[in-house]
């Protein structure tokens, strides 16, 4: 589907299933964008195919389901698959969604706590990958929750909280250097088997094959864990199995996710969750991912053609100027870029408090 000649385009090429595709038009800050999102049902030639298709025509690519790395403090761990798609664009930027995740996600949290919509103090919370959203977890620590780390539980499925960031450190540095070398789908659950159909409004909690086959080996010391906490944060995909595994003991907790559609919140509250909070905004039914928040912010400030001065003005900034290597566009821009954008864009006004 192609834009109009003065309308902005946005795609998000995703490992998860076209089930959950969507195309809308979107107006933002004056300008207006045609935002897609592309699933492949995991298969990553066709991803890498569709992303040298998009190069050069888009403005902004989006990656679903895969990170360039894996994060744990200062250190980076580079994902072989995530960069193998990113490499294939030459000419059009491409974002995993890192920066949203480490810049606007914990500022939008932080607000809804001010608002009560969310009160983490004294909560035992859940992250369920800090590698993934290691930012978010350390404002939920500042917030006052006491955060216990699930990469193990829900990555590996391996009955096993850490509730010491040095720990897991430790552990991290150890393990991250080989899984970063795995296939996605062997750690990773793909949204296409661990969908809300609309038809049956159940959960299929196939997951991923490593661990889907330790969760079931290790069901009732991982339930016991999963019980102890008052609230679930991260990625939707991983959460289900942490919905499906506790079943009927969900009430009073709440989740804190991304990417979730109206029919999907309204299952998990009947599931007897208290709250089902979204850190990105709603449009069209739908909570869009980092990845195509990321690809959106960078695509408005092309169009915008400025960025923010120090006095407030606007100047002329080389930085959205003849970019030629689309995986370290981005690292030019710093957290105050990331959120002038974000508060330019008014999308944090579709966040419902």
Same mark, same amino acid.
């Not at 959205?320 to 957290?335: D, F």
């Given at each position: 589907?192609?834009? =109009?000649?003065?309308?902005?385009?946005?795609?998000?090429?995703?490992?998860?299933?076209?089930?959950?595709?969507?195309?809308?038009?979107?107006?933002?800050?004056?300008?207006?964008?045609?935002?897609?999102?592309?699933?492949?049902? $995991?298969?990553?030639? =066709?991803?890498?195919?569709?992303?040298?298709?998009?190069?050069?025509?888009?403005?902004?690519?989006?990656?679903?389901?895969?990170?360039?790395?894996?994060?744990?403090?200062?250190?980076?761990?580079?994902?072989?698959?995530?960069?193998?798609?990113?490499?294939?664009?030459?000419?059009?930027?491409?974002?995993?969604?890192?920066?949203?995740?480490? !810049?606007?996600?914990?500022?939008?949290?932080?607000?809804?706590?001010?608002?009560?919509?969310?009160?983490?103090?004294?909560?035992?919370?859940?992250?369920? *990958?800090?590698?993934?959203?290691?930012?978010?977890? =350390?404002?939920? %620590? #500042?917030?006052?929750?006491?955060?216990?780390?699930?990469?193990?539980?829900?990555?590996?499925?391996?009955?096993?909280?850490?509730?010491? !960031?040095?720990?897991?450190?430790? %552990?991290?540095?150890?393990?991250?250097?080989?899984?970063?070398?795995?296939?996605?789908?062997?750690?990773?659950?793909?949204?296409?088997?661990?969908?809300?159909?609309?038809?049956? =409004?159940?959960? *299929?909690?196939?997951?991923?094959?490593?661990?889907?086959?330790?969760?079931?080996?290790?069901?009732?010391?991982?339930?016991?864990?999963?019980?102890?906490?008052?609230?679930?944060?991260?990625?939707?995909?991983?959460?289900?199995?942490?919905?499906?595994?506790?079943?009927?003991?969900?009430?009073?907790?709440?989740?804190?996710?991304?990417?979730?559609?109206?029919? #999907?919140?309204?299952?998990?509250?009947?599931? $007897?969750?208290?709250?089902?909070?979204?850190?990105?905004?709603?449009?069209? $039914?739908?909570?869009?991912? %980092?990845?195509?928040?990321?690809?959106?912010?960078?695509?408005?400030?092309?169009?915008?053609?400025?960025?923010?001065?120090?006095?407030?003005?606007?100047?002329?900034?080389?930085?959205?100027?003849?970019?030629?290597?689309?995986?370290?566009?981005?690292?030019?821009?710093?957290?105050?870029? !990331?959120?002038?954008?974000?508060?330019?864009?008014?999308?944090?006004?579709?966040?419902?408090?």
């Amino acid at each position: 589907m192609r834009g =109009k000649p003065d309308q902005g385009r946005v795609v998000s090429v995703s490992l998860g299933h076209p089930s959950r595709d969507l195309s809308y038009t979107l107006g933002i800050a004056g300008f207006e964008f045609l935002v897609e999102r592309r699933g492949v049902g $995991g298969d990553l030639e =066709k991803a890498c195919a569709l992303v040298r298709e998009l190069d050069g025509k888009v403005d902004a690519i989006g990656l679903g389901g895969v990170n360039l790395y894996y994060q744990f403090k200062d250190k980076f761990y580079p994902i072989r698959e995530g960069f193998r798609l990113a490499k294939c664009a030459t000419v059009t930027p491409v974002f995993d969604g890192s920066f949203v995740k480490r !810049w606007v996600e914990p500022h939008v949290l932080e607000r809804l706590e001010g608002t009560d919509a969310v009160k983490l103090a004294g909560k035992r919370v859940i992250l369920v *990958s800090v590698l993934d959203r290691y930012y978010l977890g =350390k404002k939920c %620590a #500042e917030l006052g929750a006491r955060v216990f780390i699930g990469d193990a539980l829900f990555g590996l499925g391996i009955p096993l909280l850490f509730g010491s !960031w040095r720990a897991f450190e430790m %552990a991290s540095a150890l393990l991250m250097p080989v899984l970063g070398r795995l296939p996605l789908r062997m750690i990773y659950p793909s949204p296409v088997l661990e969908e809300i159909t609309p038809r049956s =409004k159940e959960v *299929s909690t196939t997951g991923a094959p490593l661990s889907r086959s330790c969760m079931r080996m290790f069901s009732g010391m991982n339930r016991s864990l999963l019980k102890s906490c008052d609230v679930f944060v991260g990625d939707l995909p991983m959460l289900l199995s942490a919905i499906f595994t506790l079943s009927q003991d969900l009430e009073g907790k709440t989740v804190i996710t991304t990417t979730l559609s109206s029919s #999907e919140e309204e299952h998990l509250l009947r599931r $007897g969750l208290s709250k089902v909070i979204t850190l990105g905004p709603r449009i069209n $039914g739908r909570s869009p991912g %980092a990845n195509v928040l990321e690809a959106l912010l960078f695509a408005l400030g092309r169009r915008i053609g400025f960025a923010k001065g120090e006095n407030g003005s606007l100047k002329q900034d080389p930085r959205w100027q003849g970019e030629n290597n689309g995986i370290h566009a981005t690292v030019r821009l710093n957290a105050v870029d !990331w959120l002038w954008l974000w508060e330019r864009s008014g999308l944090g006004n579709y966040i419902p408090a």
